[in-house]
């Protein structure tokens, strides 16, 4: 029978993978709207020419990666303030607490719509 701690090793292993693919999203996004902004061929200009699909790529990869520094930095404070209290326990009322989770929250979110805008993108542009 599973235990707590098997379903915490699975919360920890999917989060950490969450967090990885929404990082490489976000630079994904990131090197598809320079290089979109970059080319001079006519593909690019069509693409260039969704103008707003253009800049949500841009804009959502940006905020996905600083939304994953701020959870970093969140998180360090976070841990730094457990370790200064002799039960070792997090304040989950804290403002660092929540806003790893909102950061944490947030880059999913800014990395799906900026995926999403990529697919669109594509998607108007050849049809």
Same mark, same amino acid.
């Given at each position: 029978?599973?235990?707590?701690?098997?379903? *915490?090793?699975?919360?920890?292993?999917?989060?950490?993978?969450?967090?990885?693919?929404?990082?490489?999203?976000?630079?994904? /996004? $990131?090197?598809?709207?320079?290089?979109?902004?970059?080319?001079?061929? !006519?593909?690019? !200009?069509?693409?260039?020419?969704?103008? $707003?699909?253009?800049? $949500?790529?841009?804009? &959502? %990869?940006? *905020?996905?990666?600083? &939304?994953? +520094? /701020? #959870? +970093?930095? &969140?998180? *360090?404070?976070?841990?730094?303030?457990?370790?200064?209290?002799?039960? +070792?326990?997090?304040?989950?009322?804290?403002?660092? +607490?929540?806003?790893? #989770?909102?950061?944490?929250?947030?880059? #999913?979110?800014?990395? !799906?719509? %900026?995926?999403?805008? $990529?697919?669109?993108?594509?998607?108007?542009?050849?049809?």
């Amino acid at each position: 029978m599973l235990e707590r701690g098997d379903f *915490l090793k699975a919360k920890e292993s999917l989060s950490s993978t969450i967090s990885e693919l929404c990082r490489y999203i976000a630079f994904g /996004l $990131l090197v598809a709207f320079y290089t979109i902004r970059a080319d001079s061929s !006519g593909f690019a !200009g069509t693409l260039r020419a969704e103008g $707003l699909l253009t800049f $949500l790529i841009g804009f &959502c %990869g940006a *905020l996905a990666v600083f &939304c994953d +520094y /701020l #959870q +970093y930095v &969140c998180g *360090l404070a976070t841990v730094n303030k457990a370790l200064s209290t002799t039960i +070792y326990e997090y304040d989950d009322l804290s403002w660092t +607490y929540w806003g790893r #989770q909102v950061t944490f929250e947030a880059k #999913q979110v800014f990395a !799906g719509a %900026g995926a999403l805008s $990529l697919v669109l993108m594509v998607l108007v542009a050849t049809f």
